[in-house]
T-cell receptor
Framework: EDQVTQSPEALRLQEGESSSLNCSYTVSGLRGLFWYRQDPGKGPEFLFTLYSAGEEKEKERLKATLTKKESFLHITAPKPEDSATYLCAANQAGTALIFGKGTTLSVSS | DSGVTQTPKHLITATGQRVTLRCSPRSGDLSVYWYQQSLDQGLQFLIQYYNGEERAKGNILERFSAQQFPDLHSELNLSSLELGDSALYFC?????????????FGPGTRLTVL
C-alpha cells in the first residue's frame, strides 16, 4: 500500500537551533514529492516540489532534499514564525496527493 | 493568498442534513481537488475534476458528491450528515492534471455536525 510517514510527530526547538524533519515514502513510481506548511485552521501553503533523488531546493531557512526512500526538510536557525505543521505528500500517477500526518514544529524565543 | 477561494468558512448543521461547499480555483487552473482533514486521519483525498469531468476518486463516501461547472468552480455536496463528517474540507486547484503539477489549497470550510 502506498504510504507516507512523517517523523517526529512534534518537534520543539529553541530559536536558532537547527534540525531536520523526515518524510519516508513507499510509493511506487514516485512522480513528485511535495512539502507544504500549514498554520492552525488554515489551508496548506506550498513550499517545494522535488522530482528525483538527489534533488535539493532552498527557500530562506528551509532546504528540502530527496532520496529514493525519503525526503528531509532541514530548518536552519529557525525563528518563532517558522512554527507550523509541515506536511509531506507524494504524487504517484497524476491523481491524488498522498499526505503524511505532518510534523508540528514549535520554535520558542 | 493562494488564489483559491472557498465558501463558507464555517458551517454548523445537524445530523441528517445536507450541505453544499463551494470552491473557485485559481485563474487559469483546470483541475479541482477536494480533500477532507480530520484530527485522526490527516488530509485525505476525496475527488478530482478536470475541466468539468470527474478525473479520479479517492475515499469519498456515497453520501458525498461533487461537480465542476463550466466556469470551473466546483461544489461538494454532503448529505445525510453524521457526527463523524465534522472536519475541515479543503479544495485545491492545479493548472492541469499532471502528476508533477503543484496543487494550491484554499482556506478551507470547517464543518461541524451536531
Amino acid at each position: 500500500e502506498d504510504q507516507v510517514t512523517q517523523s517526529p510527530e512534534a518537534l520543539r526547538l529553541q530559536e536558532g537551533e537547527s534540525s531536520s524533519l523526515n518524510c519516508s515514502y513507499t510509493v511506487s513510481g514516485l512522480r513528485g514529492l511535495f512539502w507544504y506548511r500549514q498554520d492552525p485552521g488554515k489551508g496548506p501553503e506550498f513550499l517545494f516540489t522535488l522530482y528525483s533523488a538527489g534533488e535539493e531546493k532552498e527557500k530562506e531557512r528551509l532546504k528540502a532534499t530527496l532520496t529514493k526512500k525519503e525526503s528531509f526538510l532541514h530548518i536552519t536557525a529557525p525563528k518563532p514564525e517558522d512554527s507550523a505543521t509541515y506536511l509531506c505528500a507524494a504524487n504517484q500517477a497524476g491523481t491524488a496527493l498522498i499526505f503524511g500526518k505532518g510534523t508540528t514544529l514549535s520554535v520558542s524565543s | 493568498d493562494s488564489g483559491v477561494t472557498q465558501t463558507p468558512k464555517h458551517l454548523i448543521t445537524a445530523t441528517g442534513q445536507r450541505v453544499t461547499l463551494r470552491c473557485s480555483p485559481r485563474s487559469g487552473d483546470l483541475s479541482v481537488y477536494w480533500y477532507q482533514q480530520s484530527l485522526d486521519q490527516g488530509l485525505q483525498f476525496l475527488i478530482q475534476y478536470y475541466n468539468g469531468e470527474e478525473r479520479a476518486k479517492g475515499n469519498i463516501l456515497e453520501r458525498f458528491s461533487a461537480q465542476q461547472f463550466p466556469d470551473l468552480h466546483s461544489e461538494l455536496n454532503l448529505s445525510s450528515l453524521e457526527l463523524g463528517d465534522s472536519a475541515l474540507y479543503f479544495c485545491a486547484s492545479s493548472v492541469s492534471a499532471g502528476p508533477t503539477d503543484t496543487q494550491y489549497f484554499g482556506p478551507g470550510t470547517r464543518l461541524t455536525v451536531l
